[in-house]
């Protein structure tokens, strides 16, 4: 059974970055599409960024665009979401998400998504 676990999130002030972590158990982790989201408190789970099975393609919700990267190490079974310049509206528990349709391509819709992390909470302080 495929697992999904985030690591990183913690207390940060604004300006600050943090790096996030999902570690993938299972071996096809290489052709899952990721995808990373954030739910604030009190509000839906909103769209952050994804990434295709190759690592070569991404998007990114215009909120974050130039702050945010994402990447995936397809020989570790990890994927990160590298966050810079955070600010206080960033605030969220940040959710790292697998769509294991082989070789697709990326997407933004909690709704092409089967798999899901328990969340990690990232706080950024003004």
């Known amino acids: 059974q495929v697992q999904l676990k985030e690591s990183g999130g913690g207390l940060v002030q604004t300006g600050g970055s943090l790096r996030l972590s999902c570690a993938v158990s299972?071996?096809?982790?290489?052709?899952?599409?990721m995808g990373w989201f954030r739910q604030p408190l009190g509000k839906e789970r909103q769209f952050v960024g994804a990434?295709?099975?190759?690592?070569?393609?991404?998007y990114y919700t215009d909120s974050v665009k130039g702050r945010f990267t994402i990447s995936r190490d397809n020989d570790q079974n990890m994927a990160y979401l590298q966050m810079n310049n955070l600010e206080p509206e960033d605030t969220a528990v940040y959710y790292c998400?697998?769509?294991?349709?082989?070789?697709?391509?990326?997407?933004?819709?909690?709704?092409?998504?089967?798999?899901w992390g328990q969340g990690t909470l990232v706080t950024v302080s003004s």
């Open positions: 998400a697998a769509n294991t349709a082989a070789n697709g391509p990326y997407y933004t819709s909690v709704a092409n998504y089967a798999l």
């Open positions: 299972g071996r096809s982790f290489s052709v899952y599409s």
């Open positions: 990434i295709d099975w190759t690592g070569e393609r991404t």
